[in-house]
């Protein structure tokens, strides 16, 4: 049921069927709640939001438990308010970067971190098990906070960045139909920015679409049409960041990760700096912080991997090149709006972004398949582990199933642009051959 970052599907289909959703709901109430009885739920701007928030909501309350509806709100925004509220746990429904078509479902608890895997599990047990009790007695209610709901977390940013002045600065931004939509246009425009939005103007439908993190050219376009100072580009969910300086140059999350952490070693001291990034990490990262003396360490893809890898190492920042951005001083999730702020107080001082490293040359690409499982294939691994003998001297290989839609994920770095085409025609032609019928699992 739970993929690398919660719930995630299309709407309409297993689980996010509404009589579905009202048992998952009493399941997840059953494992989290707690002393409080409360908990707080938010969603981004899909169509499907409200319908998945009442039937989420109708299970929790049928096991005691208060539902805060925040309305629509960022992923951060919902982490941080589950632990100013102090509520059992958080609901954020959002399938981040994903077509309206899809939704999904993040769950925080108390603390407004990620709920771990072992609780994921005893949850999902919960669910297909069905065994629940319920009393007229204890019925919970369902109380509407959207009017007022987002006004502490935005006190929050204030507070951190309180002398960030932005006048005479040019900001576009690009908010992707989703959760920021309209606010964070204003926010920045209070700090005294000459704010462009683009991608502002949700209708239910367009979240993500041809927009937003995941098409990050869009930014690109708009910061040199505008002769604009940087440009920031979010996911629907608003946890994801990538920023474009005055240049035209695009700041994935790795070269974020660079420019924060040469940042923090030259305003604060620290014995040893930590940071965290994934296996899909650029080597131009890896190189730069080693060559500064930064202990550099790698989990795997997802930014709730990353936290628990930061939460381990002690780590001060983490992060992976899709975006997600933690800054273990303010919060440990990935927050969009937040990272962008800190980037811009960086601006304000140096009065430029350059790239901070030349990037080894990579290429991500997405198969769409039936069965994930083949990977686990004897006939892969086979493969797999020639490819790595032939070429791991002069590459980096690493081929995955997505956690979140039915793909596998080629990913290559070198830095013969030839080789990683042959690399991945290989593998996109190996996995074809194994996705059919004789190889189900």
């Not at 939704?103 to 603390?111: E, P, R």
């Not at 098990?129 to 977390?153: C, E, R």
Request: net charge negative; proline share 3%; aromatic share 8%.
């Amino acid at each position: 049921m739970f993929g690398t970052d919660g719930i995630r599907g299309e709407v309409f289909q297993w689980p996010f069927l509404p009589t579905e959703l009202v048992s998952l709901g009493a399941s997840i109430a059953k494992i989290l709640k707690a002393r409080q009885k409360k908990m707080v739920i938010a969603c981004d701007t899909r169509s499907s939001g409200q319908m998945i928030t009442s039937s989420l909501g109708s299970g929790i309350m049928a096991k005691g438990v208060d539902v805060l509806d925040l309305g629509v709100m960022s992923t951060p925004a919902l982490a941080f308010l589950t632990k100013h509220y102090n509520a059992d746990f958080g609901l954020m429904i959002s399938a981040s970067h994903n077509p309206y078509q899809d939704n999904g479902i993040k769950i925080f608890n108390a603390s407004g971190e990620k709920i771990s895997v072992g609780i994921e599990q005893k949850i999902s047990r919960t669910y297909f098990d069905q065994n629940f009790s319920f009393s007229v007695n204890t019925v919970g209610k369902m109380i509407d906070m959207k009017s007022i709901a987002l006004h502490p977390y935005l006190d929050f940013l204030r507070s951190h960045f309180a002398s960030l002045n932005l006048y005479q600065t040019r900001i576009a931004i690009d908010c992707a139909n989703g959760a920021l939509s309209g606010w964070a246009k204003d926010f920045l425009h209070v700090l005294g920015a000459d704010v462009i939005a683009i991608a502002d103007e949700p209708d239910g439908m367009n979240i993500n679409a041809n927009c937003g993190a995941t098409h990050p050219t869009l930014i690109q376009k708009m910061v040199t049409q505008n002769q604009a100072d940087i440009g920031f580009t979010f996911d629907g969910d608003g946890d994801r960041v990538m920023a474009v300086n005055k240049n035209g140059d695009l700041l994935d999350g790795d070269q974020i990760l660079a420019i924060l952490s040469l940042d923090q070693l030259h305003t604060n001291t620290f014995k040893i700096l930590k940071v965290v990034g994934t296996v899909m990490a650029n080597l131009g990262l890896q190189k730069l912080l080693e060559s500064h003396g930064v202990q550099f360490f790698k989990t795997q893809v997802g930014d709730k991997f990353v936290a628990d890898k930061m939460i381990e190492t002690k780590a001060q920042i983490g992060g992976e090149a899709s975006g997600h951005v933690i800054l273990g001083d303010y919060a440990m999730i990935g927050d969009g709006l937040l990272v962008a702020l800190k980037l811009l107080s960086i601006y304000q001082h140096s009065k430029s972004l350059p790239l901070a490293f030349i990037p080894t040359s990579q290429r991500l690409e997405n198969v769409s398949i039936k069965n994930k499982r083949l990977l686990n294939l004897p006939e892969w691994q086979s493969f797999l582990d020639t490819l790595i003998h032939d070429h791991g001297n002069s590459s980096y290989i690493l081929v995955r199933p997505s956690g979140t839609e039915p793909l596998i994920r080629i990913f290559v770095q070198c830095d013969n642009e030839a080789l990683i085409e042959h690399i991945i025609s290989a593998c996109r032609q190996k996995i074809t051959e194994l996705d059919n019928d004789k190889y189900l699992i």
